[in-house]
Every structure is written in C-alpha cells, then in structure tokens.
C-alpha cells in the first residue's frame, strides 16, 4: 500500500481518533499533521506493517503525549447542578457537555487511556503497547480517570482480565 | 454517578471536531527525481521535513507586499515577513522549517483566525495552480481558489498570491464566516520586508552530534498559565531529531509532568527527556530517531541542556534571544 492509498482510505479515521484524542481541532490538526508528515517520511518501513494504521494510531498518541505538546489549555467549566427527575433531551446533552468538560480536564496520559479503551476499543494489553507502559499502570491511568470522571464500571468479563495480564 | 456508555458517548461526540482534510494533509515529497518541484498544500505547521540546509532565499526590502532584494541565505529562524494587527486579529503563533514555509497564525480573543503560509521560491509550481478567481494582493496577482493539494482530501477556500517571481503564499481561514473575505483581508495584512527572526528563551554552547537548527515553532498560550511556549528542533547528519521545549514552570506542573528537584541549572534525566529548571522557565530535551527509535544518546542531551544559558526572563520576549546568537552557522 502506498502512503497515497493509506491517506485516502484511512485519513477519515484518523481525523476523527486525533479529534477525540486531542478534544481541540486545532491541536487535532496539528498533531496529526506532524504525524503523517514523519510517516510519510518512513513509509519504507511503516507501509510494510502487518497494520499500518495501528502504527500511525500509535504515533499520534505519542505526539499527543509527547513534550512537545505541554502547553495546558485551561477549559473554563462550571458545574453541573443534576436535575431531579427523569433527564430529558436538553439534561443529556448537558451530561454529556459537562462530561466533555471533565474529560478535557484530565491529564493527557489519563484521557489517552479512556480515549484508546472506549473509544479505539483497544485492550488495556494493547494500550500498554501504544503507550510503552505496563497493563497495570494503564488500569492505573483508567481507574483515576474514571473516578475522576465518576463513571461507574460495568462488571469486567474474566477474559478480558486474563488478556490485560 | 455515570455509565461507561455515557463515556462513550461523550467520546464519540468530539469526532464532530475532526479538522478538515485538507488541513492536515502533509506536503508530498517526490525524491525520486530529484528535486521536482510539485503543487505543495499551502497548510503549514511545525516542519518536520528531512535536511537542515539554510535557507537560501530572498532578502526582502520594505516596499509593501512586494520582495525585491536577493541573498543568498538567512537564518533558518528568520522570516521574512509579518502580519500586521488587524479587526482584533494579532500574531498567536510562528512555525518555520524548510518544506513547510514560513507560517504565522493570527487570533482574536475569541479564536484562532486565519493563517498566512510563505513559501520560498521555487516551492510552489505556479503553473499547476488552478486558475481560481483572479484578485490582486498588494498589487502582486493572485487567485481566489480551491487551495489545491496534491494528496487526497479534497480543497478548502483560500487566497494565495504570487509575492515575487516563483515566489507563493497563501492565506486561508478555517472559520465558518465569509472565508473569501476573511482570507484577502489576511493575506491584504502580509507586510514582506519587515521580516523577525524568531526569538529564542536560550542560547546554546557547542551543540554534540553535529546538530543545527533545523524547525521552530513559537506559540502564544493565552489558554495557558503561561506566555510562552518555544520549540526548537535540531537535525543532525545521522538523522536523529533533538528537541528543545521551553515552557513556564506553572504550565510544565499542570501538565503532570514530574517535579524537578534538581538544582537550578543542573539537568536530569526524568523518564525519556532530560530537563532542566531555570529561574523563570523549564526546558525539555527529547530525541526522535528515524522510524521512531530513540536517535541521540542521553549524554548528548544533557551536554544541550548544560550548555543552555536561559534568558533573564520567559515572560518577557524582549530578553530573549537572537537565533542567529543562539545558533549561529
């Protein structure tokens, strides 16, 4: 696969990861258009990959990640009163905005690790690969984050246990 | 409390932030004819391009929009033009690097506006650019068009001008106002001749490996706690990538990253990056090798750091320094 192909098949996906990831479209737009300058650069070993995207998926965590981008951008956020009673349209769409919020507010490495797991759907063995860190400290980032975010966990499937080992 | 899926959901409501394609696509390199020259995607950022060679182009006189003195080369840190203020737009940032152009980013208090992108000559293949809406900037033709790239992705609005013989920049605004007359009045603002070097919060010492100053970046950080925020990326011969990142003390803390306890001026080795404190800023020293392999060895990073005198104070780019005092050729 050419780098050509690559971008035209899956820059849509990769817009969209670099956007959760990131939650600003111009640091989204910046990151992303690093990465892909650097991959174009390797793409001699990058395109030979059994899954390339996986790489370049990784490459943007990482730039995400990386010290280049320690600038902190504070949100302004106010809090959210929960509403009594049944939540209507307008409550989620306040959840979830406050919930955005929140997010933007985690550390960059806590909100990689939910953004891989619930967003990439990626296990928490997988994520340790991206991230160059071990399963434990990747359900270390996830369980603070999550606390953090007050998300409450469903029950986890013994096998997905075992494969984060 | 909330649910998993709430998050999911959260989550999947910030893929409508996606950019744009054609902001992020990268600029086609075609090495394998030499150096052709190709329609490039006038959308710049941090360059992160191959060689370090200076700059060979064109010293520009101030006579409005129009370059008219040549040299044969500047600082790889020195641009040659600038943005004027304008309707509350200001400078919020720079990048510049070779292949990527020279590019300034404006805001107002609100957003990010438009971008101006120049590139040296010869970057851009006139003769491929689409005939668009013919417009004059400063009294140099110029084209309202699709901006052409040359991956897939598909074009957005924009202005771009040819500011001397062979010699383009391009102007564009990603907002979702009249981009038409968002980027002439950008491009209407580009002042060639009045050109800056890039200011830097540090001077070097003798640099290891054979680094030189490759691609910088400077950034406003109005959402930060600090002022500042100043890459700097060095090249050497092998091919490693060394990278220089200054931010204010407040702004490194909030970022998680770990205390440095070491004295004022002494590096240390943290995790991937040797970092060393300074009285008003914090600098970080991190390598890229090719095909993401760590590149320089931990030595030659901490020879950078120790050798870096710091301005007397980040805050204030006024006591920063000249690239071409912190690196000179």
């Excluded at chain 2, 101006?116 to 005939?131: F, I, S, Y």
């Excluded at chain 2, 959402?223 to 011969?237: E, I, K």
């Excluded at chain 2, 320089?296 to 301005?311: G, H, K, N, Q, Y």
Aim: some cysteine; proline content about 9%; aromatic content about 8%.
């Amino acid at each position: 696969m050419t780098f050509d192909d690559f971008a035209a098949e899956r820059l849509p996906a990769l817009l969209r990861f670099a956007a959760v990831l990131t939650g600003d479209r111009g640091l989204a737009e910046d990151v992303l258009q690093e990465v892909l300058l650097r991959a174009h650069q390797r793409w001699a070993h990058i395109g030979g990959l059994d899954v390339p995207e996986a790489y370049v998926r990784r490459m943007i965590t990482n730039e995400y990640l990386s010290w280049r981008r320690r600038w902190a951008r504070v949100v302004p956020h106010a809090e959210v009163v929960p509403p009594g009673g049944e939540p209507d349209h307008a409550d989620r769409h306040a959840d979830r905005d406050a919930l955005v919020a929140d997010l933007a507010r985690l550390p960059k490495r806590q909100r990689a690790v939910l953004v891989l797991r619930y967003y990439a759907g990626l296990t928490d063995a997988e994520i340790a690969r991206t991230l160059g860190c071990s399963a434990g400290t990747v359900r270390g980032y996830a369980s603070r984050a999550l606390a953090t975010l007050r998300v409450d966990l469903a029950p986890t499937p013994i096998a997905t246990i075992e494969e984060t080992r | 409390m909330r649910t998993e899926d709430e998050l999911r959901a959260a989550l999947r409501s910030l893929e409508s932030e996606a950019p744009h394609a054609a902001a992020v696509l990268p600029r086609q390199q075609d090495n394998r004819h030499g150096v052709r020259r190709r329609v490039v995607l006038l959308a710049g950022a941090a360059a992160v391009t191959a060689a370090a060679v200076p700059v060979a182009a064109r010293l520009l006189t101030d006579r409005g929009s129009t370059p008219a003195v040549e040299q044969d080369k500047l600082h790889p840190f020195e641009f040659v033009f600038t943005v004027e203020p304008y309707d509350g737009y200001e400078v919020s940032g720079y990048a510049i690097g070779p292949g990527s152009g020279q590019v300034v980013n404006l805001r107002n208090e609100n957003a990010s506006g438009p971008r101006v992108v120049v590139h040296q000559r010869g970057e851009v293949d006139g003769a491929a650019l689409p005939a668009g809406e013919p417009v004059t900037i400063a009294g140099r033709p110029g084209r309202y068009v699709e901006i052409p790239v040359d991956l897939p992705g598909g074009p957005f609005p924009g202005v771009f001008w040819e500011y001397a013989p062979d010699s383009w920049a391009g102007a564009w605004d990603l907002g979702t106002g009249d981009q038409r007359a968002a980027s002439l009045r950008a491009a209407g603002a580009v002042r060639f001749g009045r050109g800056f070097p890039m200011r830097l919060p540090y001077l070097t010492g003798p640099l290891p490996l054979g680094l030189r100053p490759h691609a910088g970046r400077l950034e406003v950080t109005r959402f930060g706690n600090a002022t500042w925020h100043s890459l700097v990326q060095l090249t050497g011969p092998d091919g490693p990538d060394v990278q220089l990142n200054a931010v204010d003390p407040r702004d490194y803390e909030s970022s998680g990253e770990p205390a440095i306890t070491a004295p004022v001026g002494e590096p240390v080795l943290l995790g991937t990056l040797v970092r060393v404190r300074f009285e008003t800023f914090v600098v970080m020293v991190g390598t890229i090798g090719p095909n993401g392999l760590p590149g320089a060895p931990i030595d030659a990073l901490t020879d950078v750091a120790r050798s870096l005198t710091p301005a007397p104070d980040f805050g204030d780019q006024d006591t920063w320094f000249d690239p071409r005092r912190a690196f000179p050729l």
